[in-house]
C-alpha cells in the first residue's frame, strides 16, 4: 500500500522543524498563543530535555497548550508518551504508569497516586520557552500511548506511532492563503489528536477549545484567530448551532467524526454555512481514520468499502471491520486482549445496515437495547427523531418494564427557533411519535416523549449515554 510521506518522519518535533517558512503559523489556547517556529527551536521542559532522553513519559497537564507543546517536544526524544486525558480517574494512575512502565511525569498539577513506581517529575510551562539545548542528532521512533475505557472500568492502553496516527494525513498542497483549524476536541484524545498532527504535517496554524470557556466564547475565539477549517462530533456542532456565536465563523471546511452524522445535523450544517464543504469521517482509537465520505449524505456508498486507498474494510456479521497501517499496533499490558484478528482486521463494533444501496451505521454493538427479545439500535430512533423540525437533538434511552424488559424512551431537546418549537407540547410529542411510526419497526417506536432543556456531552465529545 502507498504510505503517505508522514510515514517517513522521524518525529513531530523534526517534522515541524523541517516544515519551511512558518509565515506566523501559531497553536492558541484560552490562554494564549504560541508561535510554532518557537517551538521548533525552544522547549517548554526548561531545556531538560537530555533527562528525558529515551524514558517512558506520563504527559498530564491542565492545559491543552501545554499539551500540544510537550507532545511536539517529547515525540521523537522519548520511548513512549502515555497520553493523559483530562477526566482520567485518579485510581487508575497506579496500573497506567505499572503497565506503560512510566518512568518520567510531565504535569502541571500535583499527582498523588503513583503505585510503586518513582518517576522524575518535570513541570513545564508554555509561557516561558526557552532555547532548546537537547542533542537530538538521533531519535527514537516513539511509542504513542492512547487510553481508552474498558468494559470493566480499567483503561485499555492503545500503542500508536507517529506513523499510524498520521497515515491519513496528505501532505500540504499550494495554498492562495493559510489555513488555520479550529477543533471541539481536545487534543489528548484520538479526534482532537488527529487535528493537532494535521495542522503540524500539513504546515497550519491551530485553535484549541477549552473545558473552561462556553461554546460561544470559543467560537468567538475562533473567529478572531480566522478559523478556516474546523472540526468536532456532531453533537459539538449541534451545541455549537444553538448558539448565537454560530454565526460569527465563516468556515471553508467542516469536519464531522466520533458519532454518527445523521441526515439532519448535515442538513443543518449545509443551512448554516452553505459555502463550507462538509465531510464526515469514520475513524476509532484502534481502527484509525478508514474513510471520508464528501457527498452530505448520511451513510456512505459501497465503494468506500472497497476504493478507498490504503485501506481494506469489510462487513462481517453486520460489523465494520478494518485493515490498514493506521490501525494501533496492539494493546498494551500482560495479558491484554488482541487488538486485531489473525489476519490483521479490527473488529470496530460498529453496526452496518445495507439499505437502498447505500450503507447506514446502525449504532455500536454494546450498545443495544433489549425491547422483549427484539433488538433495539439507539441511534437509528434518533436520526428519525432528529428529522423533526422542531428537534435539535434527541436522546433514546430504556427504562425497566415488568412485560418487556425494557421500554424505550427519547429525551429531546427543541430548536432554539421559538417558532420551530411552538405548539402545545402533547401535540408536538403526537407528531414526534407519528414520525417514528411512519420510519420504525413497531418496537422501536418510543414509549414517551421526554422534553429537556439540555443533554450531558462527555469529554469525548459525545452524548453521555446512561440507561435508567
Known sequence: MRQSSHSRQTSLWDALRNGGEFFDRFIAGAEGDIAQKDLASGSVLYSRGDELWGRSVLLATTSQLTTASALIELDGLTRRIVVCP????????PFVMDTATVDAVVSDRKLLRFGSRRPLIFSPCTRA?????????????????LLTSGTTGIPKLVVHTLASLAGAIEPASARTRPIVWGTFYDVRRYGGLQILLRAVLTRASLVLSS????????????????????????????????????????PEYIRLSGEIADQSILN?????????????????????????VRDEMAGFPPAALESTPNVEM????????????????RYLGDGAPAIKDANGFVDTG????????????????????????????????????????????SLVRTKKSPLTGALVIADVVLQPNPHAASGNPSILENDILSLCRDKLSSHKVPAAINFIPTLSI???????????
Open 86 to 93: 483530562p477526566d482520567f480517574p485518579a485510581e487508575h494512575l
Open 350 to 393: 460498529d453496526m452496518l445496515e445495507l439499505r437502498n444501496g447505500r450503507y447506514y451505521f446502525a449504532g455500536r454493538r454494546d450498545g443495544v437495547i433489549n425491547v422483549g427479545g427484539l433488538k433495539v439500535h439507539p441511534e437509528e430512533i434518533e436520526a428519525v427523531i432528529n428529522r423533526h423540525p422542531a428537534v435539535q437533538i
Open 314 to 329: 469489510k462487513v462481517e456479521d453486520g460489523s465494520l471491520r478494518i485493515r490498514s497501517k493506521r490501525t494501533a499496533l
Open 458 to 468: 462527555a469529554e469525548s465529545g459525545k452524548v453521555l449515554r446512561r440507561n435508567a
Open 129 to 145: 520557552i526557552v532555547p532548546g539545548t537537547c542533542n537530538r542528532s538521533r531519535e527514537h521512533a516513539t511509542e504513542w500511548i
Open 211 to 250: 473545558a473552561q470557556e462556553s461554546t460561544a466564547e470559543f467560537l468567538a475565539r475562533a473567529a478572531a484567530h480566522g478559523v478556516s477549517h474546523i472540526s468536532g462530533t456532531p453533537s459539538h456542532w449541534r451545541r455549537a448551532l444553538m448558539s448565537p456565536a454560530a454565526q460569527l465563523i465563516e
Open 268 to 292: 443543518q450544517l449545509r443551512s448554516r454555512y452553505p459555502k463550507a464543504q462538509i465531510v464526515h469521517a469514520f475513524a476509532s482509537t484502534e481502527a484509525g481514520v478508514a474513510f471520508e
